[in-house]
């Protein structure tokens, strides 16, 4: 399961890589199977300095027949960094273009390997750490006794170990220099979150394509 990366668009930043996992957790996890693949949609905690290339951490609902297959083959989590609309009127010659879309992706392929129940416990305090501690008012995991292994016990803790990951940045590196600084202020005063985040890294990652 390889992307179709065109030169001009292959991610060699491996900061940018890692931008994309940390900044945009909600992966699509798939796991291919017998009759047909697998996948989940579920956040994804990355460990860099865990194991060669680092590890993905999460958890889904033991109901979901899905992990039942981890760690049979490979598995490989899809991260979608920003992305965004390119209308042609935003180049120099908008007859010779066509429409199109700006992205970041990310494939991490790996094994996966189930976690024990205190390996679990310990994500799920790391999660909440991390989504909950800019609130008023956190909400804790402070169970014990039945409740927590209630909770436990409904859903599985697995890690991926990561082998290879394949990345793509499609940021108008394709187009001229004054075509790309066409498309960052249009996106800017198109102004949605997107595309706002989309000539954030169009800025960053592409002016030197």
Do not use: C
């Amino acid at each position: 399961m390889s992307i179709y990366t065109p030169r001009a668009f292959a991610a060699q930043d491996t900061a940018a890589i890692a931008r994309i996992i940390r900044e945009h957790p909600f992966a699509t996890l798939v796991t291919p199977g017998d009759a047909e693949p697998s996948v989940s949609h579920l956040p994804l905690q990355y460990h860099a300095d865990d194991g060669e290339h680092g590890v993905l951490l999460g958890h889904m609902a033991r109901a979901n027949p899905h992990w039942r297959a981890l760690g049979r083959v490979g598995s490989v989590a899809i991260f979608h960094g920003p992305h965004a609309y390119v209308s042609p009127s935003s180049y120099t010659d908008p007859a010779a273009a066509v429409p199109t879309w700006n992205y970041a992706v990310a494939h991490v392929h790996g094994r996966v390997e189930l976690m024990t129940a205190d390996e679990t416990r310990g994500l799920l305090d790391e999660m909440i750490e991390r989504y909950e501690s800019n609130r008023a008012v956190p909400w804790r995991l402070q169970l014990e006794g039945p409740p927590l292994t209630a909770m436990l016990g409904a859903i599985v803790g697995f890690r991926v170990v990561i082998e290879r990951v394949e990345a793509k940045l499609k940021l108008s590196q394709n187009r001229s220099a004054e075509d790309r600084e066409r498309v960052i202020a249009t996106l800017r005063a198109d102004g949605y979150s997107a595309a706002l985040e989309s000539a954030e890294w169009m800025e960053r990652y592409a002016r030197e394509g």
